[in-house]
């Protein structure tokens, strides 16, 4: 259904290749989890390991969903200790599966395309959950946040990795740094009280500056990511030069994420009476579909594909902003956008449950299991 002859044959040709450059990771964690890793059962699966890790995040949304439904009210204090230790356990087990994976010989595309999509959907829920801790509410500016300092460089990163055949994660990065900030964001509620970041600058550095904190953190969040995506398009254009390759593909393959950002955004702004009512419905719509457009590119790289740049499930979305943008009256919207997010989480289900299957009869593998090893190796 996803996954021909060639596509199977170019996942038992695949070759993994990543670097972490960072810091944090070579000299303070990377050491503690090279220790850690030994505390895991060997019959433990790697894909078993990512797979809580994203519980854990969407446990922490839950949180939010019960407890601040419209994402600017404060939340019991308990839940700001919760939701940072939660993240922080979900990075520790996104760096120890692959460390399981190798130590059990487990390591197959499988896992990398897992990982990878569990991190999708991890930064969309995330960044809801942070948008909950700053009580920064349902607005298209509060969502300017998670795209600029997740969904931009996660969807870059993905596309250097398909163009260079090699995840790198530079010095300072999200998936380690980014999260010990966010993790220290939610912690400075629990210590100081929910409504820390509601305090403006100057009560807080004594600069005569009204702005909130909150506020304030939205026109920062593009500066940390400036160089991850400055190097992501760098090493892409080198490529692509080394190859003689065609630059109108990477124009295409940029296409998905440029139409999911312009028309989910522009759908934000012109229907914020909707936001207002629906935010979780709204920010999850566009969430779901970064996680499938980013889990399809990935699927294409494992596979040796040429990524499909055009996709179906972007269509509702252009139909949605349009009929807004434009004031029609042609069907109801609320209805409209809640049958697109029953349709996008059944698309997404189908995507991950049969490529799971597909990958796994091809590789001849067990996805939550680990072949036991011959113990005269």
Known sequence: MYVDQAGAQGLRNYVYKSKDHSITNRFILGPIWDQAIHLFPMWLA?????LFGLALNLFSYLLVLIFNPSLDEACPRWVYLVIPVSFLIYQSLDNLDGRQARRTKSSSPLGELFDHGCD?????????????????GPYWTSFMLVWNGA????????LEEYHTGALILRQINGPIEGIILVSFFHLLCFFLGPDFWLLSVSDVFGIPLALPLNKLLIYLSPLPVVPTI??????IVQKVKEQNGDWVDVFKNMTPFLTLSGFGIAWLISS????AEHPHVFFNVIGILFALTCSKL????LCHYKYQWYNLYLVPLIIGS??????????????????????LLICHFHFSYFVIVEFSEALNIRPFTVKKLDKTN
């Open 322 to 343: 349009l009929h807004s943008l434009l004031s029609l009256n042609l069907f109801n919207e609320k209805y409209f956008l809640i049958a697109y997010l029953i349709g």
């Open 298 to 301: 990935i699927f294409s790289c």
């Open 46 to 50: 790697p894909n078993l390991i990512t």
């Open 272 to 275: 914020q009476e909707l936001l």
């Open 120 to 136: 999708a959907i991890t930064v969309s829920i995330s960044g809801i959950t942070l948008l909950s801790t700053l009580r920064l």
């Open 151 to 158: 969904m931009l460089p996660f969807y870059l990163g993905t």
């Open 230 to 235: 400055f190097f992501n398009l760098y090493y």
